[in-house]
């Protein structure tokens, strides 16, 4: 199946500063990715479809303008979080659809953001 | 809205088989049912999925009521590696096969 990979793996930074995350993937063409956030013991919440050359469809509650999220090539999304604040803690993973025999999704290892 | 109901939590015994309960009884004609499961501080990994027949694959077999109100995931031999939270999650068709995931049943495999 794909293999999807994230960068960094985690981050630490400081209330009022933008992160950037990545998600690859490495063998397969993807025009669509999944961003999820996921608190501790708590299941993943899908924030928002990333579609290649396009722009993301949002889930509701989810802004936009502080989730910003980029899909310019078909290995390549990233989402940044803007102006973070420790609320915005948590463990953020994104997935690929397709590249696998059921059109099944693949998940990155996901990337923990500490906001201090 | 996850749409699905499973236990939070099962236990299990190492070389023994495993039967994970999932209910979906509001599920439409058209949407298959997925099974997922994450390690610790991993992301999700694909377990197995169908629409109305019964499947197997290496990993699992997947037991589909009749009426498609509910599905039991089966690990027939259970293994240590086996411990992790498993999603029963009901994808929404259409091109983009979005998952929204419940709360999952976490799976304890004692030696």
């Known amino acids: 199946g794909a293999v999807v990979s994230q960068h960094p793996s985690r981050v630490i930074c400081k209330s009022g500063t933008s992160v950037k995350i990545e998600c690859r993937s490495l063998d397969f063409q993807a025009t669509t990715m999944f961003w999820y956030r996921q608190f501790p013991k708590k299941s993943l919440m899908l924030m928002a479809t990333?579609?290649?050359?396009?722009?993301?469809?949002?889930e509701q509650g989810v802004e936009k303008d502080k989730f910003l999220i980029n899909h310019a090539s078909l290995t390549l999304s990233t989402l940044t979080v803007t102006s973070a604040h420790p609320e915005d803690s948590s463990f953020y993973i994104c997935?690929?659809?397709?590249?696998?025999?059921?059109?099944?999704?693949?998940f990155g290892p996901g990337t923990r953001l500490t906001v201090l | 809205d996850a749409k699905t109901t499973q236990p939070n939590s099962m236990e299990s015994n190492e070389e023994e088989p495993v039967h994970l309960p999932c209910n979906h009884s509001?599920?439409?004609?058209?949407?298959?049912i997925h099974w997922y499961r994450q390690l610790p501080s991993q992301g999700p990994e694909y377990v197995i999925h169908g629409l109305t027949s019964n499947v197997n694959n290496r990993m699992a077999s997947l037991a589909i009521a009749e009426d498609r109100k509910s599905s039991t995931l089966i690990l027939h031999r259970a293994t240590l590696r086996d411990a992790a939270v498993y999603y029963c999650?009901?994808?929404?068709?259409?091109?983009?096969?979005?998952?929204?995931f419940g709360t999952g049943t976490l799976l304890a495999v004692q030696p």
């Open positions: 997935s690929t659809q397709g590249g696998g025999r059921y059109n099944e999704q693949f």
């Open positions: 990333s579609n290649e050359g396009s722009k993301a469809t949002y």
């Open positions: 999650i009901r994808s929404y068709g259409g091109a983009t096969n979005k998952l929204i």
């Open positions: 509001t599920i439409s004609g058209t949407d298959y």
